[in-house]
């Protein structure tokens, strides 16, 4: 089997700054933000609820997560989860780990987010 070549492939260059296409922030609500301790190494945690939240609220309902790694003597212990959409000016603070005492149970993250940006939607098992 002969190999074919691509014509559009040959003037590809995958290191070309100007083939990448910014998103405009505006366009990413809603959108989350968990920060989180490095030091801490909870990084595996916020990957975690990341992917969790992408799951139950897939793309266009919620348009991008952000994980932010904070390694300052101020930011010791710290993991909050932050929602922005339309319906507000400011991130609202969904989630404070210090506030709360704990870490989010993803069923009470889900639901907070959900009557937010997708009121009435079914989060079957996460509703019981």
């Known amino acids: 089997m002969a190999d074919t070549e691509c014509t559009d492939c040959a003037a590809y260059d995958p290191l070309d700054p100007s083939t990448?296409?910014?998103?405009?922030?505006?366009?990413?609500?809603?959108?989350?933000?968990?920060?989180?301790?490095?030091?801490c190494r909870w990084l595996h945690r916020a990957t975690w609820t990341s992917t969790e939240l992408f799951l139950t609220f897939p793309s266009p309902i919620l348009r991008s997560i952000t994980i932010l790694p904070l390694n300052a003597d101020d930011t010791t212990g710290r993991f909050r989860v932050w929602l922005t959409y339309d319906g507000e000016p400011q991130p609202i603070l969904i989630w404070d780990r210090k506030v709360e005492g704990r870490f989010p149970e993803l069923k009470d993250l889900k639901q907070k987010i959900r009557d937010r940006i997708q009121p009435g939607k079914s989060l079957g098992h996460s509703d019981k």
């Open 20 to 39: 990448f296409t910014p998103v405009a922030s505006s366009s990413l609500s809603p959108s989350v933000t968990i920060e989180f301790c490095d030091r």
